[in-house]
């Protein structure tokens, strides 16, 4: 059984103070026990800094913090997959007005490069409301997955808060996100197994 747990960083607006990337990075591991563990000895080491936060994210939290948690990453087994865009390319998307089509189709880029070997099951952060959203969402995203011998694929929609993996996932997409829009490399060179791949290149 294998675990994708998957978030964003950025956002889809066109605001002169929005974000000029858009990221959606998955994380992906055999044993999510090995993600569990290395929030809660993090929550438990640090808890006199991160206090009340319901979660870790990073937006929020210490920048100490998260490299602390992102450094754990090489004691556990896992894979990264990245895809950005450069929104000044969103024009050619089809649909790109509207944001929860835009969301999936970027998705589907995302999930073209995991290879599915085994039955997964894959926890979103949930961002649609609408189970016609939901439904549509997996859809296209199950059809954009490696999946040759059509192992069994579970899509989860649940709140961050709630699942600590998501929140590693976020630590990911975030690293990723600073690096392109602020320059500032020093997270996401901390994970090690990574792809990272621009989606609707010019």
Known sequence: MKYIYIDESGDLGDKYSSSKYFVIGAIIVDNPKNLNRIIKEARKKYNNIIGRDLEIKGTKTNRQIIKKILGKLDNIDYDVFVIYLDKKNVYDIPNFYNHNVLYDVLA????????????TTVIVDKSKNKQEEIINF?????LGLDNNNNHSININHVNSINYKGLQIADLVSWAVFQNLEHGNSEFMELIKNKTI???FKK
């Open 108 to 119: 589907s880029k995302l999930a073209e490069n995991i290879k599915i070997d085994s039955p």
């Open 138 to 142: 997996n859809e296209r995203f199950i």
């Open 197 to 199: 791949m621009e989606v």
